[in-house]
Nanobody, 124 residues
């Protein structure tokens, strides 16, 4: 399984970006997906997650109402629409995938076996 993120960039505060994470090597769509971020000098932070069917979504409190996670299983792609961006959203953003997660574990780094290489988001 490989995950490739795209869509990062530099925007002004209040702007929007849409991150994409395309997966390959999946045998089916029964994977939960997550987005994490890491700012310079800080630990990796979970941002959002979505179950395999897309019916359940989860968000870090600080991004609720601003970010929206979604997935298109036909394209093996998960998206993170980020609106009203703030300077504190500046980080490298990573997507992650795994077959086995629950509502309790979807927020945990250790849950995910597969990771992308990251895409940089800079908000000024």
């Amino acid at each position: 399984v490989q995950l490739v993120e795209s869509g990062g960039g530099s925007v002004q505060a209040g702007g929007s970006l849409r991150l994409s994470c395309e997966g390959s090597g999946f045998t089916d769509s029964n994977y939960c997906m997550g987005w994490f971020r890491q700012a310079p000098g800080k630990e990796l932070e979970w941002v959002s997650g979505i179950n395999s069917g897309g019916g359940s979504t989860y968000y870090l409190d600080s991004v609720k109402g601003r970010f929206t996670i979604s997935r298109d299983n036909a394209k093996n792609t998960v998206y993170l629409q980020m609106n009203s961006l703030k300077p504190e959203d500046t980080a490298m953003y990573y997507c992650a995938a795994d077959r086995y997660c629950t509502s309790a574990t979807i927020t945990t780094e250790m849950t995910y076996r597969y990771w992308g290489q990251g895409t940089q988001v800079t908000v000024s």
